[in-house]
Nanobody, 118 residues
Framework: QVQLVESGGGLVQAGGSLRLSCVAS????????MGWYRQAPGRQRELVAFNTNGIGSNYADSVKGRFTISRDNAKSTVYLQMSSLKPEDTAVYLCHVRINTGPVFDFWGQGTQVTVSS
């Protein structure tokens, strides 16, 4: 099992910045990938960014050049630095972790609200 605790969401004006953090605990040595998804009201959950061991990071086209994902493996933490925020970035942001213990398992955080005002 992996437990995820997110923090860093809040209300920000358009053009502003926020930094999200997600701390993982549990079977952390088996973590294969860490990332962020988001879900806005009435919309499907969408991938924002993820980082895979030995491969690197990928981003949704809508956030490329504005968001940066990073990991501190010593702290079992993944960050999402969000800059030049837009009202359409408003959503609940969820931390996601994939572990590989032979079979692969996905775990989700509870989410943190990000609201960008125009």
């Amino acid at each position: 099992q992996v437990q995820l605790v997110e923090s860093g969401g809040g209300l920000v004006q358009a053009g502003g910045s926020l930094r999200l953090s997600c701390v993982a605990s549990g079977i952390i040595r088996s973590i294969y990938a860490m990332g962020w998804y988001r879900q806005a009201p009435g919309r499907q959950r969408e991938l924002v960014a993820f980082n895979t061991n030995g491969i690197g990071s990928n981003y949704a086209d809508s956030v490329k050049g504005r968001f940066t994902i990073s990991r501190d493996n010593a702290k079992s933490t993944v960050y999402l630095q969000m800059s030049s925020l837009k009202p359409e970035d408003t959503a609940v942001y969820l931390c996601h972790v994939r572990i590989n213990t032979g079979p692969v398992f996905d775990f989700w955080g509870q989410g943190t609200q990000v609201t960008v005002s125009s």
